[in-house]
């Protein structure tokens, strides 16, 4: 019988309603997982589905290609594409809530979004799908309840695409559905693979429906026979069109007047719109507006003094909108770099808040919100909780000049915005804004105010003795002093200020660039007697200074050019002499920061000036740790050929004090333990030239004790390493066994596994307790 996906072995099809977690748990594990808040109002769900005209977008059910895919047992994934503007995204969220509400299974869904951080990496699509399919999978639940110690951001990529892989092997059958695939970053390849095998091995209960613009790289990848095709082309998005327009024309009082016309320009409209939904859209609200008199109707002059094409819409209505009091180019510049740049959707009242601040004389104080609703007309949609966004993502094109050539911008047209230009405008104006009082009590604002900076001060978490805590809380009465500050009534006077916080650093590592001004008011924010940034450590940091009182311990500018990836402002301070060795209240070094947040560049500077590559901070993790944690390849290829072993370990436990019953010791581990842990392919890939004999085969060991079966091959096919090798007493057939992992097993035994070698197991101990039996 040919081997098929659908076996017993991987696809387990019980009822495992009596296993699953309660409500309260799965909501807990839900938090965990981070996922957008895709069911908001403000979602790229429900915009899109408001935006659909009555009886349109389904049409797309009725074709041969879409029955195909939906009723045939060969057929798993759908791939729908279209020019920008014609409407894909508004007909995959009209196909979500028809199969929502006409199929009796779980339908999983993300938008991509490039102009939004939170909505362009494959990993928040498998972080908003597996949030979606938590409560229909107690298999997920269940493997997701042991990580709730552990931090999302130490879980890799990798590792969440397993979870949701195993976690669908329990659900009969779902859809998922990915709009925009061509917004997705640049690393989609690994993503879409496994998601297209995964349809195609079980095209019969999992279907994956794709929208995206034509695309020569999606095209490359995506290429399995099996993947069904469907091109919204002009002559079958034409009839949609006429249906929105005659919905939009019998809903519109200022069109009472025109009835008798509605016809020759509904043909007027959907003429120009040659198949482009959006252009429709934004020509039949200036026809609106228009029309807003008696006056007699003349199609052909009202035809005429209309923009052809989205461009020339785009630039029309801008310059409209800049005869509204308050807003010139500038104003508008300033809005849209923020909305089109920003790391998540920003709100109104933060986006005023910001604007207040900056540029306070633009406007009254009370007109701020105002200002920014009618900046922009039309093209920057305000929702319902009050999230801003452009109207699509080609207005965003136009706005950055992918489709425009600065040569060719005249000084009647809008300014190309710069990415680069826009990322410092906005890091500037997030440090700006920190330093405006946002920080401080109203009592410290005073020019006479004198604050001792110490009151910000906590006890960094390595440091934290539990024991000493307890006994001098609890049996002691003793309290510990506490920062008047609080962060919650602070945001809620400051609406820009959790946005400020957590994010100039994001905007900051998108403009590594020379830049003396830039530089310098990162430097001025950079205060160990100011209580903003001292604040700022406490909120983003974890921790100020080694000790109360001492300026011991407050990160440098380099620990800040290592977090935030600067490479050229690290050049900057380490040709002016600041140490390479300097440590922060953490016991990190900069070069800990550069691995953590994989910045290689910075990586690389650091040990060029002598910075110790095997270094350990306060918890014995070193550089290779957190960049393996993260399987950051090209950090830890920095790491390795400065002389670091794969198999460095960590030097001490995370906190001090003695361990509770059953916490785990972390106390030797290194980075082969944590890269097979995480299947961290890349990671592991970039080790095997610098592992002598003994590591590999502990790394291909723990890669089947974790059932990583991608990276088991990756050991197979790139490292002479024995399939028949051995750690801690077992063989890696005997781990893969264990798991059980099948493909693991099969790697193995094709590579020549011993099934008869006999093994007797003694673990390591990994929790504070009995030390563990033979097995």
């Known amino acids: 019988m040919p081997k098929s996906a659908n076996t017993a072995d991987e696809y387990d099809f019980v009822d495992h309603q009596d296993t699953a977690l309660s409500p309260e ?26 935006s659909q005209a009555p009886g349109t977008g389904l049409w797309i059910c009725e074709t041969e290609e879409y029955r195909k895919w939906h009723d045939s047992p060969d057929h798993g994934s759908l791939w729908i594409k279209g020019v920008p503007g014609a409407g894909k995204s508004v007909m995959a969220a009209s196909l979500i809530q028809h199969l929502r509400t006409t199929e ?8 991509f979004r490039n102009i939004v951080a939170a909505n362009f990496s494959p990993r928040a699509l498998i972080q908003d799908w597996l949030a979606q399919l938590l409560p229909h999978s107690p298999k997920l639940q269940f493997a997701l309840q042991s990580r709730l110690q552990d931090s999302l951001d130490d879980t890799s990529d990798n590792e969440l695409i397993q979870l949701f892989i195993d976690g669908v092997t329990c659900v009969p059958k779902l859809y998922c559905v990915g709009d925009a695939l061509d917004e997705m970053s640049t690393d989609s390849t690994p993503i879409l693979e496994r998601l297209n095998g995964l349809a195609t091995h079980r095209p019969r209960t999992l279907k994956l429906l794709m929208t995206s613009r034509p695309s020569r790289t999606l095209q490359s990848t995506l290429r399995d026979s099996s993947i069904v095709h469907i091109s919204l082309q002009q002559r079958l998005v034409d009839v949609d069109i006429h249906s929105y327009l005659n919905h939009r024309f019998d809903n519109a009082p200022t069109l009472e007047h025109h009835r008798e016309a509605k ?6 409209v959907a003429e ?22 008696d006056a007699a109707l003349n199609i052909k002059d009202l035809e005429a003094s209309l923009p052809v094409g989205l461009e020339q819409t785009y630039t029309s209505m801008l310059v409209k909108q800049r005869g509204e009091p308050g807003v010139t180019t500038d104003v508008q510049v300033l809005i849209l770099e923020a909305v089109i740049h920003a790391s998540r959707p920003l709100r109104l009242n933060e986006l005023a808040s910001l604007l207040k601040c900056v540029r306070p004389d633009t406007t009254q104080p009370s007109a701020f919100k105002s200002l920014i609703a009618t900046s922009c007309g039309p093209l920057i949609e305000i929702l319902e909780d009050e999230t801003l966004q452009v109207i699509h993502h080609s207005f965003t094109e136009f706005l950055r000049g992918d489709t425009r ?38 009592s410290e604002q005073s020019n006479n105010s004198t604050v001792d900076p110490s009151v910000t001060f906590e006890t960094p978490r390595h440091k934290i003795d539990h024991d000493a805590w307890h006994y001098r809380h609890e049996h002691l009465g003793l309290r510990d002093e506490h920062d008047a500050f609080e962060y919650r009534p602070a945001r809620l006077r400051h609406q820009f200020l959790s946005y400020a916080v957590e994010n100039w650093p994001y905007h900051a590592s998108n403009y590594d660039v020379d830049d003396d001004e830039f530089f310098k008011t990162i430097m001025d924010f950079l205060n160990s007697k100011s209580l903003s940034f001292l604040r700022w450590l406490v909120l983003q940091w974890g921790s100020t200074s080694s000790d109360k009182g001492s300026p011991k311990g407050i990160p440098t500018g380099l620990h800040l050019a290592a977090f935030a990836g600067l490479t050229h402002f690290a050049s900057q301070l380490l040709k002016q002499g600041v140490s390479v060795s300097a440590v922060d209240a953490q016991e990190r070094v900069p070069l800990h920061w550069a691995a953590a947040n994989g910045h290689h560049k910075v990586a690389a500077l650091l040990i060029q000036y002598g910075a110790n590559p095997d270094v350990e901070d306060g918890r014995g993790l070193k550089p290779i740790h957190l960049a393996t944690l993260k399987n950051y390849a090209k950090v830890v290829t920095v790491l390795l050929e400065a002389g670091v072993k794969p198999n460095t370990i960590k030097t001490r436990e995370n906190r001090t004090g003695r361990l509770l019953g059953g916490e785990r ?3 030797g581990e290194c980075s082969i333990y944590y890269a097979s842990r995480g299947g961290h392919t890349e990671a592991i890939t970039v080790m095997i030239p610098f592992c002598e004999p003994q590591m590999l085969e502990q790394l291909l060991c723990q890669c089947c ?22 750690y801690e007493g077992a063989t890696a057939l005997y781990f893969a066994c264990a798991m059980p992992d099948v493909k693991c097993v099969e790697a193995l035994i094709r590579a020549g596994a011993d099934v008869n070698k006999t093994s007797q197991w003694q673990p390591r101990r990994r929790m504070n307790g009995p030390r563990p039996q033979k097995r």
């Open 705 to 726: 004790q974790f059932g990583r079966a991608d990276a088991v091959q990756a050991i197979l096919n790139n490292s002479p390493v024995s399939p028949n090798a051995t």
């Open 104 to 111: 009796n299974c779980p339908v999983l869904f993300f938008f």
């Open 25 to 50: 748990s799965v909501a807990e594990l839900r938090e965990w997982l981070q996922p957008t808040d895709y069911l908001a109002e403000s979602s790229e769900y429900r915009r899109h589905l408001l």
């Open 263 to 268: 016809k020759d320009l509904i043909n007027m």
């Open 665 to 667: 010791i972390t106390k």
């Open 405 to 442: 050539s600065a040569s060719t911008v005249g000084a009647s047209d809008f300014p190309i915005i710069d990415s680069l230009q826009a990322h410092k405008h906005m890091a500037m104006n997030c440090l700006v804004y920190l330093q405006s009082g946002s920080l401080l009590l109203e």
């Open 272 to 293: 120009k719109s040659e198949g482009l939904f959006l252009y429709a859209k934004l020509t039949m609200d200036q026809v609106e507006e228009s029309l807003q008199t």
